[in-house]
């Protein structure tokens, strides 16, 4: 059973960083995509960025520039570095993992954005 852990989220200022984990089981690590989603109170759950088994990577355009997905295969975690953070990145941050047609959620870490 695939089980996914996300670490990291916590209150930050705006222009401040933070760095999320996801720590994964239960799978052959290489074989996922992984992405990070978010959730801010009443709005969609949307996707922040992925990566792919070869580490190719996709952002949605609001954070381009600012978040790097990783992935270290040695210790079978997905990071993502959030730089320059904004108000507007308070949200709930979900870790997915996908293969075929299994997919797989953490169980979200809290991203506070605020001065």
């Known amino acids: 059973q695939v089980q996914l852990v996300e670490s990291g989220g916590g209150l930050v200022q705006p222009g401040g960083s933070l760095r999320l984990s996801c720590a994964v089981s239960?799978?052959?690590?290489?074989?996922?995509?992984y992405s990070w989603y978010r959730q801010a109170p009443g709005k969609e759950r949307e996707l922040v960025a992925s990566?792919?088994?070869?580490?190719?990577?996709n952002y949605a355009d609001s954070v381009k520039g600012r978040f790097a997905i990783s992935r270290d295969n040695a210790k079978d975690t997905i990071y993502l570095q959030m730089n320059s953070l904004k108000p507007e990145d308070s949200a709930v941050y979900y870790c997915?993992?996908?293969?075929?047609?299994?997919?797989?959620w953490g169980q979200g870490t809290q991203v506070t954005v605020s001065s």
């Open positions: 997915n993992a996908r293969f075929r047609a299994s997919v797989t």
């Open positions: 239960g799978t052959i690590f290489s074989l996922n995509v």
């Open positions: 990566i792919t088994p070869t580490a190719m990577t």
